[in-house]
């Protein structure tokens, strides 16, 4: 699959090879090493995005996307992994006041979508 995407959302290309990842394990593994900048910036451009997003991606069944549309819902999904720790946590990669993450495995975190 290609990772790039068309000039509509030209903006969002630079974030593609970082966040825009198949598996709830590698979204969160990517938010974890991410530095509060980054988070930052990554929810920065994605909000103002969502609405349209949403949009594109009510027009497949679940688990049917494809093509660029595929890429934009990782990046949508990796958005929803941050959005607590940019909103909540102080741009906190990690969970505060939590055992560590990576004692708790997802049941199908390793599942793609």
């Avoid at 995005?49 to 009510?58: A, K, N, Q, S």
């Avoid at 890429?71 to 946590?89: N, R």
């Amino acid at each position: 699959m290609s990772m790039a995407i068309s000039a509509e959302y030209a903006e969002l290309q630079p974030f593609v090879a970082k966040w825009a990842r198949p598996t709830e394990d590698e979204r969160a593994a990517e938010r974890r090493s991410a530095t509060p900048s980054q988070l930052q910036l990554f929810y920065d451009a994605m909000v103002p995005h969502m609405p349209r997003l949403l949009e594109r991606m009510d027009q497949y069944p679940l688990g049917k996307i494809e093509g660029e549309d595929r890429v934009l819902f990782h990046l949508l999904m990796s958005l929803t992994e941050i959005a607590p720790h940019v909103e909540l946590y102080k741009l906190n990669p990690l969970v505060p006041h939590a055992f560590t993450e990576t004692r708790m495995l997802a049941r199908h975190g390793a599942t793609a979508d």
